[in-house]
């Protein structure tokens, strides 16, 4: 049979993830459709609790927030064109009003806070080595929230100051956490803004320093090529959307279907596979809500779920599902 593509070659005897770890998501926008389809299979999963970082000093300096416990005020934001943002958070954390921007942020540090000495996998997917410093502060940012660009300087970041920055937290991670295993992947999205060579030259930065941090942390930093499934697998426009510089959804679910061959067992796969169906059949419309035979079909799936979660009982359904059962 021809071969028509260059399969990646996946890493082997990766410890595995399973219905009872606890996982947290950080990073670019990809992390959030990883995170999406975990939550979506059930898994205990915190998906970004500072909002998509895209630089890994951003995602740096969000954990040690985290790990610390810190509490934003009002001093700490910034009020431009009709919202209070932070330049830490993403733009959805923004509101008109300061308090609320405030309570959005430090409900979300305190989950986060609460639950990182638990996670047993961290999983970090790096954007982009370019950062944007402020002008006036020196500080880099994790979002301009669309200031003016002479406010920043931007500059593209070394190998070594990535490697020297994640050393530092790694250790500190792990003396909160010493279980905890570390999973970095690059995001497949095309920063064009930066220049397609450009671009290039920041996602080889970030694949060198993770490289780096994996050498000095055997057994404990791992790293999955859903960069190199995108461009060397897949590599075809018709895995990207519209823009041409994300990944489509088909692309996504394709990574996920090598994410889960990599990091699931056989059981861990078939469980899944249930949760699959029990959404599927909740997405289902029906023609008579209020009807007795809706009722006895709701009822079959609050068996089918008492069911699994008696075996595995760490499974996580979350409140929507609860919600649509109860209502």
């Not at 969000?62 to 509490?71: H, T």
């Not at 958070?89 to 509101?95: K, N, Q, R, W």
Request: charged share 20%.
């Amino acid at each position: 049979m021809m071969q028509l593509n260059t399969p990646v070659e996946l890493p082997a005897g990766l410890p595995p993830v399973s219905y009872d770890h606890r996982l947290m998501l950080m990073g670019s926008c990809f992390a959030e459709n990883m995170g999406k389809l975990l939550t979506e299979g059930a898994f205990r999963v915190d998906v970004n609790p500072t909002g998509i970082l895209y630089n890994p000093l951003s995602v740096g300096a969000a954990l040690r927030e985290i790990i610390s416990g810190r509490v934003y005020t009002e001093s700490d934001l910034f009020f431009y064109r009709g919202c209070w943002h932070s330049p830490m958070h993403h733009g959805s954390f923004s509101s008109e009003l300061p308090e609320e921007t405030l309570r959005r942020i430090n409900e979300r540090m305190t989950e986060a806070h609460d639950s990182l000495p638990h996670t047993d996998w961290l999983m970090l997917t790096l954007g982009t080595a370019y950062v944007y410093v402020q002008a006036e502060t020196g500080q880099i940012v994790a979002n301009c929230h669309k200031l003016p660009e002479r406010q920043f300087r931007r500059r593209r970041l070394t190998v070594d100051e990535i490697v020297s920055d994640y050393t530092l937290l790694l250790d500190g991670l792990w003396q909160q956490n010493p279980d905890m295993n570390i999973l970095f992947t690059v995001s497949p999205i095309r920063h064009v803004r930066d220049g397609l060579h450009e671009n290039q030259l920041s996602k080889s930065t970030l694949l060198l320093a993770i490289d780096v941090l994996q050498a000095q942390f055997p057994g404990r930093v791992h790293y999955f090529p859903s960069y190199e499934i995108v461009l060397d697998e897949l590599r075809d426009y018709r895995f990207y959307t519209d823009d041409m510089l994300h990944p489509s959804s088909l692309a996504v679910h394709y990574i996920w279907e090598r994410f889960a061959q990599t990091f699931f067992s056989t059981e861990t796969q078939t469980i899944l596979s249930e949760v699959g169906d029990i959404r599927k059949a909740l997405a289902h419309k029906p023609f008579h809500p209020d009807g007795d035979e809706y009722k006895r079909f709701l009822g079959q799936i609050v068996l089918k779920i008492n069911r699994l979660k008696g075996k595995y009982p760490n499974l996580d359904f979350g409140k929507e599902i609860n919600y649509v059962i109860l209502d």
